[in-house]
C-alpha cells in the first residue's frame, strides 16, 4: 500500500482531473500557498481542506488521514498476519515511511515488530542489515520502555542464532537494570531467558539457581506462553536434579500451554533429552515417542524438523530400534518439504541406520548424498562436524581410506571455523 | 587527593597562612561572618569572595569550584593513571586506581566517570581473557554512554564487545556489535581515523568468517584505505613537526605550540604499531583467502616491517604466513628461503611455530617429489608435537601421516596412524 501525505494526495488528485493550481485555487487561496501546501512545507487549514475536498471530489476523512494514521492502519491489517512474506513486506515499506516523514516512535515499533518477523522467518541475513538501522532509530526515539525492547531484541537474536553466551551476557545485564528500576516483568522475563541460555551450554546449575530464585514471578508474566515456557523449564530442570517436583511442573506446563499440542510435544521432547542424560533411556523413549504422536506442525516442514529432531535424539542415546521405526518416515517428511536443510539431515540419520545394519554401500551412498548437500548450505562448523562424523563412523567400517579422507577434511576445515 | 566545600578551601587557605579569623577578616567583615562561610552555614556574597580571594592570595576561580566539578576532576586522574597501568599490563594496580575513581564517582553521582570506570575494568577482564565478566562491564557501562549521547565511547565498547564476541566464535554477536559500532560512528560525525579503520577490519573479518564474501571484500578494501592513509599521516605529521620548528626558529612561539599539539595527536594516533601489525597481518590472511595474493604479499610485507622494527615475537607467524604464500604460487626457492627465517625465530622462541616449520617443509619436499624427506619431516613433527604433550596435534599429524601412506598404497603403516589418530581425537573429547 501507498502511504501519502496530505500534499501529495491533493496534488494527485488535482493533477489526476487535469486541474492547473489556479484552476484548483480560483480567488479564494493563493497559487502560492496552495504549492507549499502539496510540497509539504505548509500544514493545511481545516476550511482549505473542506474547499480542496470539495472541488476535488474527495472524502474529507481521505485528506485528513495524515502519514501516522495510514501507517498505523496499514500495519494493523498485518499485524497478526500469518504470511510472513507479506508482512516482511509491508513492515519493511512502513518503516521507510515513518523513516521519511521522521516519525521515530512509530519506526522505532516497526523496527521491533519487523525485527521479531525476521527472526521468526530464519532471515539472518536481513537482520543483519537491520540491525544498524534499528540501533538508529532506537536513539532518535523517545518510547518508553524502549531500551529493554531493544535490548531483548538483541538478545533474541543472538540466542536464535545459537550464540548462547552471548544471549547470556545481554540477559544478565537487562536483568539487572530492571531489578533496579524495579520492573518485575522485564525482571522475570529477563531472568527465565538467561536461564534457558544456561541450559543450552550445559549450566544446569546455574539456570537452576536463577529459575529458583525468580520462580515467584512467574504469576506476574502476562504472557501465557512464557508462562508455560518459565514452568517447562522448572520442570526440566526438576528432572536433572533428580528432584520430586517434575510431575507437579510438568502439570502445569501442560496446563497453561492449553491445547497447544505442538508446544506440549517440544516440552516433552525437551524433558525426554533431560531424562537421557539422567539415564532414564526407557522413560525417555516413551516420551519422545507420545512427542512425535501428537505434535502436528503448522507445516510439512515443521513436522519433517520436528521428526528428524526426535530421531536424532534416539541415535545419539543409542534407542536404535525406534529411530529406524521413525526414520523413514522423517526422512520422507524432509524431502516433501523441499528444505535442503532438512533432507541432509534425513539422509545424515539414514545411513547412520544403514550403517548400524551393516549395510555399507548403502549407507556410502547416503553419506555423498548429505556431504553433496551440506557443501551447498553448510556453514563451516557444521561441515566440520559431519566430515568427522564420517570419519568415525567409516574408521568403525573398517574402511581406512575414507576415514583418513574425511579426517584429513575436517582438520582442514576446522582452520576456517 | 581531597575535594573540599567553599568553607573548607577558606579555612585551609587561612590556616597555610596562619592568619586568624580576625586578622583576614580586616576592617571589612565581623571575624563572625568569616566563621560562618568557613562552617558552611552561610554562602558569601560575589563582593566577599573578590575580598577572600585578594587577601589570602588565591583566585575565586579556584575558591568557586564547585565538588562535583573537582570530583572529576579526580576522578580523570585516577581513570588516566589506571589506563595507564591497564596499557602496562599491570592489572592489580589499574584495579586499585579505578577503584578510586569509582569512590568518587559514586559519591558524587558522577556518571559518566562511572561508566568510564566500568569499561576500564571491562578492559582488565579482556586482557586478562575473562571474556564473560568483561562483557558485563562493557555493557553496562554502554548502556550510560549510549543514554549520554558519548558517541566515541559507544564506538569503542562496541568494538570491544565485538572483538570478544570474535574471540569466543561468536560471529553473528560479533558482526552485529560492529555494525553497531559502524551505525554510532558514521550517523555521529565521530573523527577518529584509526577506529573507523579498525571496525571496517573487524567487520571484513566477521563477514568472511559469516561467508558473505562481497560484504567481506568490500570491508577490506575500505579498511585498507583507511590505513592508507594513516600512514600518509606519519609523512604529514614529520612535515608538520618540521613547520613547528621553523616556527620556534623564528621565534613565533603560539604557531610553534600550536602545531607542535596537532603533530603530537598524529604521532598518538599512528603509535599503536604493535595493534597494526596485527592488523596488516590479518588483512593480508583475508587477501590470501580471496586469492588476491598480490595484495597479501603487500600487507604481509607492512606487518613484517612493522614486527622486526618493535621486535616483536610474532614475526614467525607472519613469516609463516608469508611462506604459505610462496607456496600457493608454487615458488618454492622464495618459500624455502622464508623457511629458512622461519627457523632461526622459532629455535629463538621455542615456540609451537616449530610445528608450523616442519608442516610448511612437509608440503614443499611434497612439491618437490621428495618422498623419502617428506616421511622423515612428518615424523619429525610427529615426535615434536608428542614431546611438547599436544595432544589435538598429535592427532591431525597422526591422521596426515595416515593419508600420505594410504596415498602411497602402505595399508598397514596407513591404519596404525589412523588408529592412533582415532585414539588421541577421543582422548581429547572432540569424537565420542
Not at chain 2, 261 to 276: A, D
Not at chain 2, 359 to 366: A, C, D, F, G
Request: hydrophobic share 35%; with cysteine; proline share 1%.
Amino acid at each position: 500500500m501507498e502511504i501519502l501525505s496530505t500534499g501529495e494526495k491533493i496534488k494527485r488528485a488535482r493533477i489526476n482531473k487535469g486541474y492547473t493550481l489556479k484552476e484548483l485555487c480560483r480567488d479564494k487561496i493563493s497559487v502560492s500557498k496552495m504549492s507549499c501546501i502539496e510540497n509539504g512545507k505548509a500544514e493545511a487549514k481545516e476550511w482549505i481542506l473542506d474547499y480542496v475536498a470539495q472541488i476535488l471530489g474527495l472524502p474529507l476523512d481521505y485528506l485528513k488521514e495524515d502519514v501516522e494514521a495510514q501507517i498505523l492502519n496499514s500495519t494493523a491489517e498485518i499485524e497478526e498476519s500469518t504470511e510472513l512474506d507479506k508482512k516482511m513486506d509491508v513492515l519493511e515499506s512502513n518503516l521507510g515511511y515513518a523513516e521519511e516523514h521522521e516519525l521515530y516512535n512509530l519506526a522505532f515499533k516497526l523496527g521491533h515488530m519487523l525485527f521479531n518477523t525476521y527472526i521468526t522467518a530464519n532471515e539472518t541475513q536481513k537482520i543483519q542489515k537491520l540491525i544498524p538501522k534499528y540501533y538508529e532509530i532506537w536513539n532518535k526515539s523517545s518510547v518508553k520502555g524502549s531500551e529493554a525492547i531493544y535490548l531483548m531484541d538483541i538478545a533474541g537474536f543472538f540466542y536464535e542464532t545459537g550464540e548462547y553466551e552471548q544471549a547470556e551476557s545481554y540477559y544478565k545485564n537487562l536483568r539487572k537494570a530492571s531489578k533496579k528500576c524495579k520492573d518485575n516483568k522485564n525482571l522475570a522475563r529477563a531472568a527465565f531467558s538467561e536461564a534457558a541460555c544456561c541450559v543450552r551450554q550445559k549450566k544446569y546449575d546455574a539456570a537452576y539457581e536463577l529459575v529458583i530464585r525468580y520462580e515467584k514471578y512467574i504469576e506476574q508474566m502476562t504472557d501465557g506462553s512464557r508462562k508455560a515456557e518459565a514452568c517447562q523449564l522448572l520442570a526440566m530442570l526438576s528432572i536433572r536434579r533428580g528432584d520430586a517436583k517434575f510431575s507437579c511442573y510438568e502439570e502445569k506446563t501442560y496446563a497453561l500451554f492449553e491445547d497447544n499440542s505442538d508446544s506440549i510435544a517440544e516440552a516433552m521432547f525437551d524433558f525426554a533429552a533431560a531424562m537421557f542424560d539422567a539415564s532414564m533411556e526407557e522413560k525417555a523413549a516413551t516420551y519422545i515417542e507420545k512427542a512425535m504422536d501428537i505434535f502436528n506442525g503448522n507445516s510439512i516442514e515443521a513436522r519433517a524438523e520436528f521428526m528428524l529432531k526426535c530421531v536424532e535424539a534416539l541415535v545419539e542415546y543409542g534407542v536404535i530400534g525406534t529411530a529406524k521405526e521413525k526414520c523413514n518416515e522423517a526422512t520422507e517428511l524432509s524431502i516433501a518439504s523441499g528444505n535442503l536443510k532438512l533432507i541432509e539431515k534425513g539422509y545424515y540419520l539414514k545411513s547412520v541406520m544403514l550403517e548400524d545394519k551393516k549395510d555399507y554401500k548403502s549407507a556410502m551412498h547416503y553419506i555423498g548424498l548429505s556431504l553433496d548437500a551440506i557443501i551447498k548450505f553448510g556453514t563451516n562448523l557444521e561441515i566440520y562436524r559431519r566430515y568427522l562424523q564420517y570419519g568415525v563412523m567409516y574408521h568403525r567400517m573398517d574402511n581406512i581410506t575414507q576415514a583418513l579422507k574425511y579426517f584429513n577434511l575436517a582438520i582442514s576445515m576446522e582452520k576456517n571455523i | 587527593m581531597e575535594i573540599l566545600s567553599l568553607g573548607e578551601k577558606i579555612k585551609r587557605r587561612r590556616k597555610d597562612l596562619d592568619m586568624t579569623l580576625k586578622e583576614l577578616a580586616g576592617d571589612r567583615i565581623t571575624p563572625g561572618q568569616i566563621s560562618l562561610v568557613e562552617s558552611g552555614k552561610s554562602n558569601p556574597s560575589m563582593d566577599l569572595l573578590e575580598y577572600l580571594a585578594e587577601s589570602m592570595d588565591t583566585s575565586v576561580e579556584y575558591l568557586m569550584e564547585s565538588e562535583e566539578s573537582q570530583a572529576e576532576k579526580v576522578c580523570t586522574y585516577f581513570e588516566n593513571i589506571a589506563e595507564a597501568h591497564i596499557l602496562n599490563e599491570d592489572f592489580v594496580q589499574g584495579e586499585e586506581y579505578i577503584e578510586k575513581s569509582l569512590y568518587y564517582a559514586e559519591k558524587y553521582n558522577l556518571e559518566y566517570r562511572h561508566a568510564k570506570d566500568l569499561y576500564l575494568r571491562g578492559l582488565i577482564c579482556m586482557y586478562k581473557n575473562e571474556n564473560t565478566a568483561a562483557q558485563q562491564y562493557f555493557l553496562s557501562s554502554n548502556v550510560i554512554f549510549i543514554r549520554n549521547n558519548y558517541f566515541e565511547e559507544v564506538v569503542n565498547t562496541f568494538l570491544n564487545l565485538g572483538k570478544i564476541a570474535c574471540e569466543m566464535k561468536s560471529f553473528y554477536s560479533a558482526c552485529s556489535y560492529f555494525q553497531q559500532a559502524e551505525s554510532v560512528y558514521l550517523t555521529n560525525n565521530v573523527v577518529n581515523d584509526f577506529l573507523i579503520g579498525e571496525v571496517h577490519y573487524y567487520l571484513s573479518f566477521v563477514f568472511y568468517k559469516l561467508g558473505n564474501m562481497e560484504r567481506s571484500i568490500k570491508y577490506s578494501y575500505l579498511a585498507k584505505e583507511k590505513f592508507q592513509q594513516l600512514e600518509n599521516k606519519k609523512e604529514y605529521g614529520k612535515t608538520l613537526l618540521l613547520l613547528a620548528e621553523e616556527y620556534k626558529l623564528n621565534g613565533d612561539l603560539d604557531s610553534a605550540i600550536k602545531y607542535s599539539k596537532i603533530t603530537l595527536k598524529i604521532f598518538e594516533e599512528i603509535n599503536e604499531q604493535t595493534y597494526m601489525a596485527i592488523i596488516e597481518n590479518n588483512l593480508g590472511k583475508l587477501f590470501y583467502e580471496f586469492n588476491n595474493l598480490d595484495e597479501s604479499f603487500v600487507h604481509y610485507n607492512k606487518a613484517k616491517e612493522l614486527r622486526l622494527t618493535n621486535n616483536d615475537d610474532r614475526i614467525t607467524d607472519t613469516l609463516i604466513d608469508i611462506c604459505r604464500n610462496y607456496i600457493k604460487l608454487k615458488d618454492l626457492p622464495k618459500a624455502e628461503e622464508v623457511l629458512k627465517e622461519i627457523l632461526d625465530k622459532a629455535q629463538e622462541g621455542g615456540t609451537m611455530a616449530l610445528k608450523e616449520y616442519y608442516l610448511l617443509k612437509y608440503r614443499i619436499e611434497l612439491l618437490k617429489n621428495d618422498e623419502k624427506a617428506a616421511e622423515g619431516t612428518l615424523l619429525m613433527a610427529l615426535n615434536y608435537v608428542e614431546n611438547m604433550g599436544s595432544e589435538k596435534d598429535k592427532a591431525e599429524i597422526s591422521i596426515m601421516l595416515g593419508k600420505f601412506y594410504m596415498d602411497r598404497n602402505m595399508e598397514k603403516e596407513a591404519a596404525v596412524y589412523l588408529n592412533s589418530g582415532v585414539d588421541s581425537f577421543k582422548k581429547i573429547g572432540i569424537i565420542k
